[in-house]
């Protein structure tokens, strides 16, 4: 028997992707003796079943559904009968979309995602490259004063050390240990970053927080002392204004520090914090299982207790009063927040949240930490709503990170990639798709350059803090970092670069990808590539909003294009460290192109692309295809 279905082919599914509530699509199948044809679709609280019936197109069958008034997500599959036995039709084991195939059992069902249309993302997010700070390692600046340091932090005198732990009972850290690095250390670099054609500047958290990270909030409303002041801030947003540079902040708000104005453990702020009195304004903030020792807390850090985000209090403290956490610093200067680990906070305190920004700024953006596919992410037993049109613009595109390093490792083909990715531009409204926040580096993650040098995991700590890869390593991971940082360039979404990156620091997990700016050390031709791939990102605008479609070329060649109403991009990068590829394509038999990065006039009957090596070439005489 003959059966078939395709969610990203127009000839079974129109239109392709994530759709509008309440809008219409056509389902087809191709099919061949089969009976009682059937369509199903389901949400999370109906069923429908749908009778399909012939096309016009010979062995095709149809049907047009209007889709549900509600954001969320339908599902849907196939079923009939052939030869006197029943079976379904269905996405792939891996549940990503594309073809699916048939099956004797329930299978696992198509996505469509549904949302409301009601906003677009802003040109300046969507169009720009984004620099990731942790402030204490960036620069320390002019304004640094050793008397705005605790008792009990640890100062590195030397610029270049190692970040430690340095740990006590328990495991838990006695010292914290920091560099100085200040919001003024950052503004004396902004000419820096525009060097790099940056736009926004996400920051992680610069709230007063005994730590060095400040995920452990000690007090929204005040700048770290060791970063600097409120002046310091403001100084910064000026700055970076008349240089076109948006702030995007760290929003830590399912937990605070146990060392906070809030919480007060260790009686370090005046007034009654939730461990000292029952009576406080803020015991209702957090959840206590045995007042006051036991409480609930992030992960089981009970340097971080939870917060109760649906209590009205906390909400109006932090999104709805006049004067909250998010109002007061986006009116200091901020353009947007990134919510850090977002599927621990209830949708309606993101719907609650945005709706302030939105009130405070049109033009903000609002981004979510999530690591897995967010269309359809679920938490607590919850499928989750980011993208229902009223919550996040943008998730940190983690899939995105994961795939390419996967790639350029050998550990999944091109064809593996093509899929995981098209999966995303299925599920993923298209703003939100365009809006990724596409990194390749984090404070979370080890330096991308000891990936790509395949540096040893197992290592003990000792051996890993000052660990550095050998030459040869060094040499291949650079290689692979410039394929790397080019599909990030290229590839739909919003780049973002960890500082250091962009210069060779290597490092592996927390604290050692947290190194130090190598100011005066810094690996010069990687920089100077920087400098060129992303003045590419900055000037084309096909790559900051073109359409996207990949082509098939083997397990090495990844290809893809990107296409608007004027231009044509062809993109292609070559892994093997060994091999030549050629790629040839009859859509662009007797084309001729510019490549980008060396302003060749190339033909594009045969495409040669050498070892760990790219080529971005914009189409000059390209006949139009149909794009997604």
């Given at each position: 028997?003959?059966?078939?279905?395709?969610?990203?082919?127009?000839?079974?599914?129109?239109?392709?992707?994530a759709?509008?509530?309440?809008?219409?699509v056509?389902?087809k199948?191709?099919?061949?003796?089969?009976?009682?044809?059937?369509?199903r679709?389901?949400?999370?609280?109906q069923?429908?079943?749908?009778?399909?019936?012939a096309?016009?197109?010979?062995?095709?069958?149809?049907?047009?559904?209007?889709?549900?008034?509600?954001?969320?997500?339908?599902?849907?599959?196939?079923?009939?009968?052939?030869?006197?036995?029943?079976?379904?039709?269905?996405?792939?084991?891996?549940?990503?979309?594309?073809?699916?195939?048939?099956?004797?059992?329930?299978?696992?069902?198509?996505?469509?995602?549904?949302?409301?249309?009601?906003?677009?993302?802003?040109?300046?997010?969507?169009?720009?490259?984004?620099?990731?700070?942790?402030?204490?390692?960036?620069?320390?600046?002019?304004?640094?004063?050793?008397?705005?340091?605790?008792?009990?932090?640890?100062?590195?005198?030397?610029?270049?050390?190692?970040?430690h732990?340095?740990?006590?009972?328990?495991?838990?850290?006695?010292?914290?240990?920091?560099?100085?690095?200040?919001?003024?250390?950052i503004?004396?670099?902004?000419?820096?970053?525009?060097?790099?054609?940056?736009?926004?500047?996400?920051?992680?958290?610069?709230?007063?927080?005994?730590?060095?990270?400040?995920?452990?909030?000690?007090?929204?409303?005040?700048?770290?002392?060791?970063?600097?002041?409120?002046e310091?801030?403001?100084?910064?947003?000026?700055?970076?204004?008349?240089?076109?540079?948006?702030?995007?902040?760290?929003?830590?708000?399912?937990?605070?520090?146990?060392?906070?104005?809030?919480?007060?453990?260790?009686?370090?702020?005046p007034?009654?914090g939730?461990?000292?009195?029952?009576?406080?304004?803020?015991?209702?903030?957090?959840?206590?299982?045995?007042?006051?020792?036991?409480?609930?807390?992030?992960?089981?850090?009970?340097?971080?207790?939870?917060?109760?985000?649906?209590?009205?209090?906390?909400?109006d403290?932090?999104?709805k009063?006049?004067?909250?956490?998010?109002r007061?610093?986006?009116?200091?200067?901020?353009?947007?927040?990134?919510l850090?680990?977002?599927?621990?906070?209830?949708?309606?305190f993101?719907?609650?949240?945005?709706?302030?920004?939105?009130?405070?700024?049109?033009?903000?953006?609002?981004i979510?930490?999530?690591?897995?596919?967010?269309?359809?992410k679920?938490?607590?037993?919850?499928?989750?709503?980011?993208?229902?049109?009223?919550e996040?613009?943008?998730?940190?595109?983690?899939?995105?990170?994961?795939?390419?390093?996967?790639?350029?490792?050998?550990?999944?083909?091109?064809?593996?990639?093509?899929?995981?990715?098209?999966?995303?531009?299925?599920?993923?409204?298209?703003?939100?798709?365009?809006?990724?926040?596409?990194?390749?580096?984090?404070?979370?993650r080890?330096?991308?350059?000891?990936?790509?040098?395949?540096?040893?995991?197992?290592?003990?700590?000792?051996?890993?803090?000052?660990?550095?890869?050998?030459?040869?390593?060094?040499?291949?991971?650079?290689?692979?970092?410039?394929?790397?940082?080019?599909?990030?360039m290229?590839?739909?979404?919003?780049?973002?670069?960890?500082?250091?990156?962009?210069v060779?620091?290597?490092?592996?997990?927390?604290?050692?990808?947290?190194?130090?700016?190598?100011?005066?050390n810094?690996?010069?031709?990687?920089?100077?590539?920087?400098?060129?791939?992303?003045?590419l990102?900055?000037?084309?605008?096909?790559?900051?909003?073109?359409?996207?479609?990949?082509?098939?070329?083997?397990?090495?060649?990844?290809?893809?294009?990107?296409?608007?109403?004027?231009?044509?991009?062809?993109c292609?990068?070559?892994r093997?460290?060994?091999?030549?590829?050629?790629?040839?394509?009859?859509?662009?038999?007797?084309?001729?192109?510019?490549?980008?990065?060396?302003?060749?006039?190339?033909?594009?009957?045969?495409?040669?692309?050498?070892?760990?090596?790219?080529?971005?070439?914009?189409?000059?005489?390209?006949?139009?295809?149909?794009?997604?």
């Amino acid at each position: 028997m003959d059966f078939r279905h395709h969610s990203w082919d127009k000839a079974f599914r129109i239109p392709f992707g994530a759709l509008p509530m309440g809008s219409t699509v056509t389902l087809k199948v191709c099919a061949t003796n089969i009976y009682h044809l059937r369509l199903r679709t389901y949400t999370s609280d109906q069923e429908q079943w749908h009778i399909m019936i012939a096309s016009e197109e010979p062995n095709y069958w149809e049907t047009t559904l209007t889709l549900p008034e509600a954001a969320g997500i339908l599902w849907y599959d196939f079923s009939f009968e052939s030869n006197g036995r029943a079976y379904t039709y269905g996405t792939q084991s891996d549940h990503l979309g594309g073809e699916g195939q048939i099956y004797e059992s329930s299978p696992p069902s198509y996505q469509i995602t549904l949302y409301d249309p009601k906003r677009k993302s802003p040109k300046w997010y969507t169009q720009g490259i984004m620099y990731q700070i942790f402030p204490d390692r960036f620069n320390r600046g002019s304004d640094f004063n050793i008397d705005n340091f605790s008792p009990n932090a640890l100062l590195h005198p030397n610029w270049n050390d190692s970040p430690h732990y340095f740990r006590g009972v328990d495991d838990k850290i006695d010292y914290w240990d920091f560099f100085g690095g200040t919001l003024t250390g950052i503004t004396e670099k902004l000419d820096y970053l525009k060097s790099l054609n940056v736009t926004i500047l996400y920051l992680n958290p610069i709230f007063k927080s005994p730590s060095n990270h400040r995920y452990d909030t000690g007090d929204y409303m005040t700048i770290d002392p060791v970063l600097g002041t409120l002046e310091s801030f403001m100084t910064l947003a000026t700055e970076c204004k008349k240089r076109n540079i948006a702030i995007i902040l760290d929003g830590v708000f399912s937990h605070t520090g146990d060392d906070s104005l809030y919480f007060n453990r260790f009686g370090n702020y005046p007034e009654s914090g939730a461990f000292q009195s029952l009576e406080s304004p803020y015991y209702p903030w957090y959840n206590f299982i045995q007042y006051p020792h036991k409480y609930s807390c992030w992960w089981g850090v009970d340097a971080m207790p939870n917060t109760n985000e649906m209590h009205p209090a906390f909400q109006d403290f932090i999104f709805k009063n006049k004067n909250s956490v998010i109002r007061y610093w986006m009116n200091a200067g901020a353009s947007g927040w990134r919510l850090d680990v977002a599927d621990e906070l209830p949708d309606p305190f993101i719907t609650g949240l945005k709706e302030a920004m939105l009130e405070q700024n049109q033009e903000s953006i609002l981004i979510g930490e999530v690591w897995e596919d967010a269309s359809r992410k679920i938490a607590y037993d919850e499928l989750r709503t980011y993208f229902s049109g009223h919550e996040l613009d943008a998730v940190m595109n983690y899939p995105f990170r994961e795939a390419f390093i996967d790639f350029l490792l050998g550990q999944k083909s091109a064809p593996q990639i093509q899929r995981l990715m098209m999966s995303l531009y299925e599920h993923y409204p298209k703003e939100q798709f365009m809006g990724n926040m596409n990194l390749i580096g984090s404070h979370d993650r080890r330096r991308i350059l000891t990936v790509l040098g395949e540096a040893d995991e197992y290592l003990k700590d000792t051996e890993r803090e000052h660990f550095r890869l050998s030459e040869s390593q060094y040499k291949l991971a650079k290689k692979r970092l410039k394929l790397l940082s080019l599909i990030q360039m290229t590839f739909p979404g919003v780049p973002c670069i960890y500082y250091g990156d962009e210069v060779g620091v290597q490092g592996f997990q927390d604290p050692y990808n947290r190194r130090t700016y190598p100011w005066g050390n810094e690996d010069n031709e990687l920089l100077d590539w920087y400098r060129q791939i992303t003045e590419l990102h900055a000037k084309n605008s096909v790559l900051q909003r073109g359409s996207w479609q990949p082509y098939e070329a083997g397990d090495d060649l990844f290809v893809f294009e990107r296409a608007d109403n004027h231009d044509t991009c062809l993109c292609l990068f070559n892994r093997n460290s060994k091999a030549i590829h050629l790629y040839e394509d009859p859509r662009y038999i007797r084309c001729i192109g510019i490549d980008l990065l060396t302003n060749a006039t190339v033909s594009l009957d045969t495409i040669v692309i050498e070892p760990l090596s790219y080529a971005i070439i914009a189409v000059k005489n390209k006949k139009e295809l149909t794009l997604m």
